[in-house]
């Protein structure tokens, strides 16, 4: 059982940054395939961003540019730098581990003046 534990959500306004952590209870961290998702009211959830055990990364064409996700492996975290956020950027953020059952509780993120 893998356990993921979200924090660093909040309220910004526009053009502002928040950083967001995932910390993992599992043993294989390093080699996984870690991912953010969003879900704003009314949609479906959505991948923001992934990164491999490797290193690879990828990005909805949305947050290129602006979002940055990484990884300490030596504290089994995952993190996603969001910069120049934007009213659309509003969402209930999960960390994932990619195609697994593996979700965290989310953490909301809001973006308003």
């Known amino acids: 059982q893998v356990q993921l534990v979200e924090s660093g959500g909040g309220l910004v306004q526009p053009g502002g940054s928040l950083r967001l952590s995932c910390a993992s209870s599992g043993r294989l961290f390093s080699i996984s395939t870690m991912a953010w998702y969003r879900q704003a009211p009314g949609k479906q959830r959505e991948l923001v961003a992934l990164?491999?055990?490797?290193?690879?990364?990828n990005y909805a064409d949305s947050v290129k540019g602006r979002f940055t996700i990484s990884r300490a492996n030596a504290v089994n975290t995952v993190y996603l730098q969001m910069n120049s956020l934007k009213p659309e950027d509003t969402a209930v953020y999960y960390c994932h581990v990619y195609r697994t059952d593996y979700w965290g509780q989310g953490t909301q993120v809001t973006v308003s003046s």
């Open positions: 990164m491999t055990g490797g290193g690879s990364t």
